[in-house]
């Protein structure tokens, strides 16, 4: 799903850029585009950001944690 119309930003291109390693709202913007122009998706793509890095961080193999 679009999560940014003006940008054309989708759910997917913030979990691939979760995947390349943006773990910031501020990194996302400059990465994709998303939410640098109305900002109406803001509160929605911080969401989508949020879950995806977690499921990243949650696939990282143990002895990268440690
Ligand atoms: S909908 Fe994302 S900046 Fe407008």
Redesign the pocket.
Known sequence: MY?????S?SDRDIRRAAEAGVRSFVELQAHTG????????EAL?RQVLNEAVAETCMQLPAAAAA
Do not use: H, L, Y
């Open positions: 999560v940014c119309i003006c940008n930003v998303c939410s640098t122009t109305c900002g109406c998706c793509a």
